[in-house]
């Protein structure tokens, strides 16, 4: 123990970049969440409790999150295949597929949501099609959902492509050696050594899912109870100048928010201490 | 086993790695396959675990063709340089590995195989360590678990590529009277590659200096030191 | 011994062509229908009645305030969250203290917080009536409905992104280059402009540029924030949620042609710029 609180150096630029990057990080985002914890406070933990313990809003908490839980699967699984498609085979046209798995993470969203709605409302490309089969896609939760694995797409694939591109050929070829045969190695040796980026993915596709606003709220249809984000009913607290109410369910998505940090982190500690890498 | 090495050659793209080379190992010998990075030891090593395709000539094993034999099925025990331990297992799932592999027909009982891993364990004289992990391993230790992991096949052979490389000279020394003791104790056709030649004279049997994909000499130690064959494995053995 | 007849061989590393393709398949079809198919969309329905359609939406008055609103927001957010990076990348990277860990996850807090809270936050603290926000209305600044509180919002949401990029790169440079730079007598400015600076030129090109893409499309806290005052507060995101909802088609699916074609050429110069410098870019596949 002792160890100082900063080592002292002779690297020069320490004052000014400490200072720079507390001043800012403190006025963007602190003080701005800190305001929000404020007005809790002043709320009072049991107003908090009594204005989220109604129907709409855990109708809306866990509609986003039961989806997001959802879309965070599918792109679990469809990221991994993604990017083990893209980082171990050569095909033409493969620069542009892997340029494209970026292509959620750069689109506005707003864009994203109405683009979405084009395709799957009743007579959009897709969503025409779908009404064939009886099935309604736009402005039910099916909508959600795919527009919640759109935004969510990128995250898994990403966090997963660097591991696969450094799994080491020769532990393949060791399984090999030792009798087994492709799909044994796949299950037994490879999948294992991605779980702790997939699983770090997967938390970061379903944290961004559960905050998401503008790629949901055209094609949802917003009917509360079964339709609707939590994220709008925050917006319509504020139209309405509820900023308690607001600030309320603010907070729960807050907490959901930190949760999901929390999550993300230990998978990563726990992953260093048992296999020694993320 | 028997191993014959029928004009193998290798191409990769234009460049030749081995010209056709041919070697008869005699079944139970401690085989080195000495030379310089480049030589093309460690593909001859590959050829004959299966793990790379020769561009002409035969392998055979007790007189069986086994060219075309897959890596799965040649049952050929291979330690890698650097280990390849599959470092989410621990030491005892990783020796286990190869047993649990097995299709259902031929997969021993799960008392079975944890039977087998702890005469292994004991083998390597590191009865304690099933638990942990690769990455809680000394660099020896890790040696000696992928010699018990490809030991757990029951091996026809077995092939290492440098397998005392990556280890300061101590270790090294301990590992090279375990390595013989255990070609002893189990008396399996053994193959090892290396560019040390104190490590191939002191530890083989049979010696194979090789250099730029050619076979310079092929012999035991004592007859290697006396009568060098060519200028290359003179200089090389005296260095 | 003839070699005639010597079997196939598959490496053992890589599946079988029927597997692979099948895999490729799924894998494309899926970004194709996920990904390529909305982009489709957009442009159709943006040239639906033609190009002069489109082209004369984005004409009219309110969407060229709007575009030069969200010109004049990036340009205020992206440079100082430039600032920021750089700042904090020096500091995390190039010095040891205790809480680094704790550091880095605050600054990555802005990616976990949904854009609709984080709108909410700065209305709550910068509202009229709020404290600090009564008194800087009071006093003819107001920040909620007016750019500053736009800029803010844009700020809080696009704040990781430049540090998260310059981070990884400068931790696998090390400091050896600076502390050389020391000892030949250079300072502290000098080091950084000659010798850390073209080391993470292209990360830095790179945070920038997503940078970029998220502050000209955010929408959710923008919502929050503008009061949505058509020519004064509405970004083109604003805008084109409220042409759709007016069932002015056209027109908004052009403003989103707008922001999509900037969406693709960030993509394009990040996968050039890839190409080029895939090792500068080593540690920046970390979202």
């Known amino acids: ?278 | 086993m028997h191993i014959e090495i029928d004009e193998i050659s290798k191409e990769f793209g234009t460049t030749a790695a081995l010209h056709p080379v041919s070697l008869a190992i005699p079944s139970g010998a401690l085989v080195a396959l000495l030379g310089p990075s480049g030589s093309g030891k460690t593909t001859l090593l590959r050829i004959l675990g299966g793990l790379e395709f020769p561009s002409s000539g035969r392998v055979r094993f007790d007189g069986q063709d086994a060219t075309g034999l897959s890596v799965q099925d040649r049952r050929a025990g291979f330690v890698f340089q650097s280990y390849a331990l599959f470092r989410h297992m621990t030491v005892f799932e990783n020796i286990a590995y190869g047993l649990k592999a097995r299709p259902r027909a031929t997969r021993p009982a799960r008392a079975e195989i944890a039977r087998r891993v702890g005469k292994l364990l004991d083998l390597i004289q590191l009865p304690d360590i099933g638990a942990r992990f690769p990455s809680q391993l000394s660099g020896g230790q890790r040696q000696r678990v992928a010699l018990a992991r490809a030991l757990a096949i029951e091996p026809r052979m077995l092939l290492l590529d440098e397998p005392f490389g990556a280890l300061d000279a101590k270790v090294r020394k301990e590992l090279r009277q375990g390595l013989r003791d255990i070609h002893d104790e189990t008396g399996l056709t053994t193959v090892f590659v290396t560019h040390d030649q104190e490590e191939a004279m002191e530890l083989a049997d049979l010696v194979v200096v090789m250099s730029m994909g050619r076979i310079e000499q092929i012999g035991k130690p004592a007859d290697i030191r006396a009568r060098p064959a060519t200028p290359f494995v003179r200089s090389f053995i005296s260095a | 011994m003839s070699d005639a007849s010597l079997p196939r061989f598959r490496s053992v590393t890589t599946e079988t062509p029927l597997a692979r393709l099948v895999l490729i398949g799924l894998a494309a079809g899926g970004v194709a229908l996920l990904v390529f198919a909305p982009l489709i969309a957009v442009f159709a329905e943006a040239l639906a009645k033609g190009w002069m359609a489109a082209l004369e939406s984005l004409g009219n008055r309110d969407a060229r305030s709007a575009i030069k609103l969200t010109l004049i927001i990036a340009a205020i957010a992206v440079p100082l969250n430039v600032a920021f990076g750089i700042a904090a990348a020096w500091f995390i990277t190039k010095f040891d203290f205790r809480g680094k860990a704790f550091l880095i996850t605050l600054i990555d807090l802005p990616f976990s917080v949904s854009p609709v809270v984080a709108g909410l936050c700065i209305v709550l603290m910068f509202g009229t009536n709020s404290l600090v926000g009564g008194w800087l209305v009071a006093n003819g600044w107001p920040i909620v409905f007016a750019l500053p509180g736009i800029a803010l919002a844009t700020m809080f949401v696009t704040f990781p992104f430049v540090a998260r990029e310059l981070i990884p790169v400068m931790i696998e440079q090390g400091r050896a280059e600076e502390e050389a730079a020391l000892t030949l007598g250079a300072g502290g400015w000098r080091t950084f402009w000659t010798v850390t600076l073209p080391n993470i030129r292209w990360a830095l090109l790179y945070g920038v540029l997503l940078c970029n893409a998220r502050a000209m499309g955010e929408f959710g806290a923008v919502a929050v924030v503008s009061g949505k005052i058509r020519g004064q507060t509405a970004t083109m995101p604003i805008t084109i949620e409220m042409l759709y909802n007016e069932y002015l088609s056209v027109a908004a699916f052009s403003m989103a042609a707008v922001l999509t074609a900037l969406a693709l050429i960030t993509l394009l110069l990040k996968t050039a710029l890839e190409i080029r410098h895939a090792d500068a870019l080593a540690a920046t596949h970390r979202h």
């Open chain 1, 1 to 278: 123990m002792g160890r100082p609180l900063i080592h002292r150096s002779p690297m020069p630029g320490l004052g000014l970049s400490m200072g720079i990057t507390l001043t800012m990080l403190s006025l963007v985002v602190l003080l701005p969440i800190g305001a929000l914890l404020v007005k809790g406070a002043g709320f009072g933990i049991g107003n908090i409790w009594e204005t989220v313990n109604r129907e709409r809003v855990w109708a809306a908490l866990f509609l986003s999150f039961r989806l997001s839980f959802f879309a965070a699967l599918f792109n679990l699984v469809f990221g991994v295949l993604l990017a083990w498609v893209l980082v171990r085979y050569r095909f033409p046209g493969r620069r542009i597929l892997d340029a494209a798995v970026d292509l959620p993470f750069a689109l506005p969203t707003a864009v994203a949501g109405i683009a979405l709605t084009a395709l799957y409302a009743p007579n959009g490309a897709f969503g025409a099609l779908a009404k064939e089969i009886g099935w309604k896609i736009a402005y039910s939760q099916w909508g959600i959902f795919i527009a919640l694995v759109f935004v969510g797409l990128p995250f898994v694939t990403r966090t997963v492509q660097p591991v696969v591109e450094e799994i080491d050929r020769e532990v393949e070829e060791a399984s090999a050696t030792l009798g087994a045969n492709r799909l044994h190695t796949l299950i037994h040796v490879i999948l294992p050594m991605l779980t702790p980026a997939a699983l770090t993915g997967f938390a970061l596709s379903l944290a961004r899912a559960v905050g998401e606003y503008g790629s949901v709220i055209f094609i949802a249809g917003n009917i509360p109870l079964v339709t609707e984000i939590a994220p709008l009913l925050i917006v319509i607290q504020l139209e309405e100048f509820n900023y308690d109410a607001a600030a309320a369910i603010g907070i729960a998505m807050l907490v959901i928010s930190f949760a999901m940090l929390l999550a993300i982190n230990l998978i990563q500690v726990w992953s260093r201490r048992r296999i020694g890498y993320v």
